[in-house]
């Protein structure tokens, strides 16, 4: 029976320094070329054996699901390199600066990540992740390559993060309400999920308001829309009339960016284009394809050979702006939108193409209402990069930065005052917690 211990900082910290593993080994493990490393031999029988292990925790999911936050210290100046040795190879210039890089790279005293063992039938696998942007999956079998395992490259790494475990778990089972409690109250913000009302966000950071040019026709687009009524559908749709609204599309979206500093060249008509051709032509720049030569623009039958993928997105937004046969009324244009982040520049869209006249519909119309009125929630996530509106509840979400990174200095995300503020006013999930069997 093990030892029943307090747990804390020091007591993880200790756990990790008995095994030689610290933070970097564990970025090292995530910055394979892909993000599984397969197993076998020897490594396979540390698996197999960690995940026994893990069945003295009580199941908490599917495929024997099992897992729990660690709390990893970084490396020391000495186990981060040879500060003499990488003065004399001029690296450095002196220890001091070697110094001011070690601190640059390991700000945060402690890492926290989360392991999760899982098994199938024969297939194994523990997965290690911060939530954020390292992840990799120790597993009997690849989903990526049909080659033999080769982990010759990461055996030291994984027998530290092996033997590390084998004595995390003895502490979470002799203590595992200690230890639920000392997640519970250190894991950082950072690496939970939240929510925060929208109105209350937008008074910390007024900056994420979404702000639109025309608020009161924006509006009243998304309210149509969300009672499905809109102009006059078209009986027909070509690739000729469809060019007209992408291009008042996208004229929006690249103005858009173009007011937030991104550099991009103005398009001008050619004079020598007949006018009722400018459009298709607009369209053959943007999206590099003679639709004159592959199809018919006036065609039915040929728009629906025409219609196939990404033939709508705006650059690669994700935003798209499709033709949709609604039977029997006729054809509406949609603007499909998926990313959170572009909520206000999907708005924008909408709007003008409404301004236009168009026969419109808007997906999620609700959802972006609530958004530009201030009604919905701000999810906080650990990673929002490529966040899908359709992958939580709330239409916006916000990764929060670490704290260290905070400042009232003017170039800094956040000052330490609206970092406080938002994680005071923020609902935040329960951490999952463990058992013992």
């Known amino acids: 029976m093990y030892e029943r211990k307090i747990i804390d900082r020091r007591l993880l910290a200790d756990l990790a320094k008995e095994v030689g593993l610290n933070a970097s080994h564990l970025e090292a493990l995530g910055e394979s070329r892909q993000w599984e490393i397969a197993v076998d031999g020897d490594m396979l029988e540390r698996l197999v054996d960690i995940q026994h292990r893990f069945e003295r925790l009580a199941a908490m999911g599917d495929d024997e699901y099992r897992g729990f936050y660690i709390e990893v210290p970084r490396p020391t100046p000495e186990e981060w390199g040879d500060v003499e040795e990488l003065i004399a190879f001029g690296e450095y210039d002196s220890r001091e600066a070697f110094l001011a890089d070690w601190l640059a790279f390991n700000p945060m005293e402690t890492r926290w990540f989360h392991v999760a063992s899982n098994r199938y039938v024969d297939s194994r696998s523990i997965r290690v992740t911060d939530r954020k942007r390292i992840s990799f999956i120790i597993t009997n079998d690849s989903k990526c390559t049909d080659a033999e395992p080769d982990n010759t ?96 599309a996208n004229e929006v979206y690249e103005a858009y960016h173009r007011k937030r500093g991104f550099r991009g060249r103005i398009y001008t008509d050619p004079q020598d284009v007949p006018e009722e051709l400018r459009d298709v032509v607009y369209y053959k720049r943007k999206k590099f394809g003679d639709v004159m030569e592959m199809y018919d623009i006036d065609s039915p039958e040929d728009f629906m050979r025409f219609a196939t993928d990404h033939y709508g997105e705006l650059g690669l937004s994700r935003l798209n702006i499709l033709a949709s046969n609604v039977q029997p009324q006729g054809w509406k244009i949609v603007v499909s939108n998926s990313y959170s982040s572009n909520v206000g520049l999907a708005i924008e869209v909408a709007t003008a193409l409404y301004k236009a006249g168009t026969p419109l519909l808007i997906y999620d119309a609700e959802k972006l209402l609530k958004i530009l009125l201030e009604e919905d929630y701000v999810r906080l996530l650990p990673d929002s990069f490529h966040n899908y509106m359709g992958y939580q509840e709330e239409g916006t979400v916000y990764e929060l930065p670490w704290k260290y990174e905070c400042s009232d200095d003017s170039n800094s995300v956040l000052t330490k005052e609206q970092y406080q503020a938002i994680v005071s006013n923020v609902e935040w999930q329960e951490v999952e917690k463990l058992r013992a069997t």
């Open 153 to 248: 490259w990461c055996r030291e790494n994984l027998t530290r993060l092996f033997n590390y475990l084998q004595r995390m778990i003895d502490v979470v089972v002799s203590n595992s309400d200690g230890f639920n409690d000392y997640v519970a109250h250190n894991l950082p913000y950072q690496q939970r999920t939240g929510r925060i009302a929208q109105k209350v966000f937008n008074r910390i950071v007024p900056n994420f308001k979404i702000e639109v040019e025309d608020r009161e026709m924006a509006i009243k687009a998304l309210e149509e829309s969300v009672h499905w009524h809109s102009a006059p559908l078209l009986e027909t749709m070509t690739i000729r009339k469809y060019c007209t609204y992408y291009r008042i």
